[in-house]
């Protein structure tokens, strides 16, 4: 990807943001741009959405493959991006069942939990959301951004593709 892209992420919820503020900010291992949570197999985008998106933006989709769901909004979202003139391009991301999944896939972990050293796996979600130094705690895990994003699932988000390798630095 070149320098002066615009990106703009969309993922499910706050312990993604602040996963994806990490690997931006602190690992620099993925392309820079603003984040916003928004879960876009349950929810469709509007006019009124995009509207602040700079012209020339590539929207980047993250979102879970744990629940099979109706593909309907999912689709529609991917088909009214493309549709719209200042959106460069749609990028896909699968996380093959969750996040916690592509976390254990990525680090020398196996449990979630060890990444933030929370107590239980109900305390990982705030601890991750909370933690200051999530990018070296990424480090010491062993991170590795070639395997995070870096499969297909197995059920019908594999339609979809995985482009996560558009938007990775070191790829």
């Known amino acids: 990807m070149r320098k002066k892209q615009v990106l703009h992420y969309y993922v499910e919820g706050e312990d993604e943001k602040s996963l994806l503020e990490a690997l931006k900010r ?3 291992c993925i392309e820079t ?3 916003d949570i928004m879960n876009v197999i349950q929810t469709r985008f509007t006019v009124a959405r995009i509207r602040p998106l700079k012209p020339g933006t590539i929207v980047v989709l993250v979102y879970d493959t744990d629940v099979e769901t109706n593909m309907e909004i999912l689709q529609f979202n991917i088909e009214f991006l493309k549709k719209q003139t200042g959106i460069k391009e749609v990028i896909c991301i699968p996380q093959v069942r969750n ?3 592509e976390l254990r896939n990525a680090c020398d972990i196996k449990a979630v939990r060890e990444l933030t050293k ?3 796996k109900t305390d990982y979600k705030r601890d991750i959301i909370r933690c200051s130094n999530l990018g070296e705690r990424l480090r010491t895990c062993g991170f590795d951004i070639m395997q995070f994003w870096s499969r297909l699932p197995e059920n019908a988000f594999r339609q979809f593709g995985n482009d996560a390798h558009k938007i990775k630095k070191d790829a």
């Open 26 to 28: 602190d690992l620099g």
């Open 33 to 35: 741009g603003k984040v």
């Open 99 to 101: 996040l916690e999944d």
């Open 118 to 120: 929370s107590k239980t």
